[in-house]
C-alpha cells in the first residue's frame, strides 16, 4: 500500500483541553534508549535525498558519530542502553587510569583490562584471563559483597592486577558506575578484601542554542550538545511535532540542561533537560522538567502547566518518510480511487517500528492483505495497527504489555504491498480514523495551587538560566570555526 504524497500530513496541534491522567515519563535511560532509534527521525527534514546527505555528513563526522549511526542500525533498543552506559563505563575508567597513572599504581605488576561479555559471570571472566579457580572464588566472594554480581552486563570494564613475580591475580577492579567503583585486593594472609571508591562530579547547567538548517539533531550537534541530551530532547517534542515535516530550515532551539564534570573538568555523564524550547516558523514551545506534589516522578509542562506527554506519538517510526496520508487517492495496484484509512511511512525494510503508546497486543499475527499485522489497545477507546512487517519483536503475544516507543517490530512489505513500508492505523472505537482529526487525551494539567507551585518554580528556574552563557559562546572561544549556530533562537 505505498503510493503517491498525498497530504502535507499529520501536524497534531497540542490540545490543551484533555483531563486524563496519563503517566509520567520515567527512568531516564529508557528514554534515553528510545530516542536513540528517534534520532533517525531527525536526519532530513523534507525529502530522502536531504536525508542521504545528512546521514552522509554524520558518517563522515568526528567523535561520536559512527557511534550514532550503529544505533540506527541497531535494531535492539537493549543494546543501545548497553552501548551508553558501556560508553559512561569507559570515560569512567579512563579518568581512574589517569589518576591511577599519576599515583604510580598502575606500576605494579602486569595489567589486563577486559570487559563482561555477553552471557558472562565474573568467575566466568576471571577464570579466561588465567585466575586459578581458589583465587577467583575468594575474589568473588569479596566482591559480592559490595555488588550485586548477577546484574553484571556485558561491556561493563574489569581491569585485573596480576603478581610481576607469581603472575597470581592480585586485584579486581569493576567498574560498576561512572560513580563507581568496586575493588577486591589481595592480603598477605591469601585472602581478598573487598574495597569501594565513589567518584563525586560536580552538577553544572549548561544552556546551548542552535538555528536549524537541515535537522534539529544536526544543529544541536554543532551547538555542542551530546547526542543522549539530543535524542531526549526529541522525545519531549516527539508528541507534538511531526519531524518530518513540522520542522523547517530556519527553526530553532534552546534547552538548558544538567552535565556533571570531574576534577579535570571533563564531562562525565549528561543528566536531565530542565527547560526547553523548540521554535517552529516563529512560533515557540517551550516545556519545564517539574515534579508536582503529589505526583510519582518530575514530568514536562508547558508554561500554562499541561504536561508534554500525549498518550499516542505523531510518529511511530524511525526515519521515514509520509509517503501515503489518511484519505482519499489512487490506489497503487488497482488504479481505482478509494479511501486510504492508515498513514504510510516509506521506510527500508527492517527498520525499527515502536509502539505508539502504552497498551495490550490486542492481535500479532498474519491478517490477509495487511500481512504480518499488530494491534495494540491503548484504552477503552483508541488502539493502533502496523502492518506489512517483516517481522515481530521477538517474545511479542496476544496479551503481552508494551511501552510507548518500544520496538515492536520491523518495516516489510508482507501481504498486499508494493515495497516495504508501514501501514500505520488509529482506530478509534474500532474504526479507522485520521490521526489529525483527533483530539488525543493529554498528561497531567496543573491547576489551583499546584499551578501556582509551578509558576514559582518556573519564575525561579528561568532567573537562574538567565544568567549562564550559552554554550555556542564557549565553544566560539575554543574553535569559531565549528560554530554556525551563534545566532540563534531567541
Ligand atoms: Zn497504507
Not at 535537522?215 to 543522549?228: C, I, K, N, P, Y
Not at 530532547?233 to 534547552?255: N, T
Not at 511511530?316 to 496520508?325: E, L, N, Q, Y
Not at 500505520?424 to 489551583?448: C, M
Request: charged share 25%; net charge positive.
Amino acid at each position: 500500500m505505498s503510493g503517491t504524497e498525498t497530504e502535507p500530513m499529520i501536524v497534531q496541534e497540542p490540545s490543551y483541553r484533555g483531563g486524563r491522567r496519563g503517566k509520567r515519563i520515567t527512568v531516564a535511560a529508557c528514554a534515553l534508549a528510545v530516542i536513540g532509534g528517534l534520532a533517525g527521525l531527525l536526519f532530513g527534514i523534507q525529502d530522502p535525498e536531504t536525508k542521504g546527505r545528512a546521514n552522509a555528513a554524520v558518517g563522515l563526522g568526528a567523535g561520536d558519530s559512527p557511534r550514532l549511526l550503529m544505533s540506527q542500525r541497531e535494531r535492539d533498543i537493549d543494546a543501545f542502553v548497553e552501548r551508553v552506559f558501556a560508553r559512561m563505563v569507559e570515560d569512567g575508567v579512563a579518568d581512574l587510569d589517569r589518576q591511577a597513572a599519576l599515583t604510580g599504581e598502575a606500576l605494579a605488576g602486569r595489567r589486563m583490562d577486559t570487559v563482561i561479555r555477553p552471557g558472562d559471570t565474573l568467575a566466568r571472566a576471571l577464570s579466561s584471563a588465567g585466575a586459578d579457580n581458589g583465587i577467583v572464588h575468594q575474589a568473588v566472594t569479596a566482591l559480592g559483597k559490595l555488588t550485586d554480581l548477577r546484574r553484571l552486563k556485558p561491556g561493563q570494564e574489569l581491569t585485573l592486577m596480576f603478581d610481576h613475580a607469581t603472575d597470581k591475580l592480585t586485584e579486581v577492579r569493576l567498574q560498576e558506575s561512572v560513580e563507581r567503583v568496586v575493588y577486591a585486593r589481595a592480603t598477605p594472609d591469601g585472602g581478598f578484601l573487598g574495597e569501594e571508591e565513589r567518584l563525586t562530579f560536580e552538577r553544572q547547567l549548561v544552556r546551548a542554542r542552535g538555528t536549524i538548517e537541515d535537522s534539529l539533531f544536526l544543529a544541536g550537534q554543532r551547538a555542542g550538545v551530546e547526542h543522549e541530551v539530543l535524542a531526549e530532547l526529541i522525545r519531549m517534542f516527539s508528541f507534538d511535532v511531526d519531524f518530518q515535516r513540522g520542522i523547517h530550515p530556519g527553526d530553532g532551539f534552546e534547552l538548558t540542561y544538567e552535565r556533571f564534570v570531574n576534577r579535570a573538568g571533563e564531562v562525565m555523564k549528561t543528566g536531565n533537560i530542565l527547560k526547553a524550547t523548540l521554535v517552529r516558523k516563529g512560533s515557540p514551545l517551550t516545556y519545564f522538567r517539574y515534579q508536582p506534589e503529589g505526583e510519582p516522578g518530575p514530568d514536562y509542562f508547558d508554561a500554562r502547566g499541561q504536561s508534554a506527554r500525549k498518550t499516542l506519538m505523531q510518529t511511530p517510526i524511525d526515519g521515514a518518510r509520509i509517503s501515503s496520508g489518511f484519505g482519499k487517492r489512487r490506489h497503487p495496484i488497482l488504479g481505482y480511487t478509494k479511501m486510504h484509512k492508515g498513514t504510510d511511512f516509506a521506510a527500508r525494510a527492517g527498520t525499527p517500528i515502536m509502539a505508539a503508546g502504552d497498551g495490550t497486543i490486542a492481535r500479532i499475527g498474519w491478517n490477509g492483505g495487511y500481512g504480518r499485522y499488530i494491534q495494540i489497545r491503548h484504552n477503552g477507546t483508541y488502539s493502533t495497527a502496523y502492518a506489512h512487517m517483516k517481522g515481530f519483536r521477538s517474545g511479542l503475544k496476544n496479551g503481552s504489555r508494551v511501552k510507548q516507543g518500544q520496538i515492536i517490530g520491523y518495516v516489510g512489505t508482507s501481504g498486499r504491498s508494493t515495497g516495504p513500508h508501514l501501514h500505520y492505523e488509529v482506530l478509534k472505537n474500532g474504526s479507522q480514523v485520521n490521526p489529525r482529526s483527533i483530539k488525543l487525551p493529554t498528561g497531567v494539567k496543573l491547576a489551583g495551587a499546584r499551578l501556582d507551585a509551578f509558576q514559582a518554580f518556573r519564575a525561579e528556574l528561568d532567573a537562574e538560566i538567565a544568567a549562564l552563557p550559552f554554550l555556542d559562546q564557549e565553544v566560539a572561544e575554543m574553535d569559531a570555526g565549528r560554530v554556525r549556530t551563534a545566532a540563534a533562537a531567541d
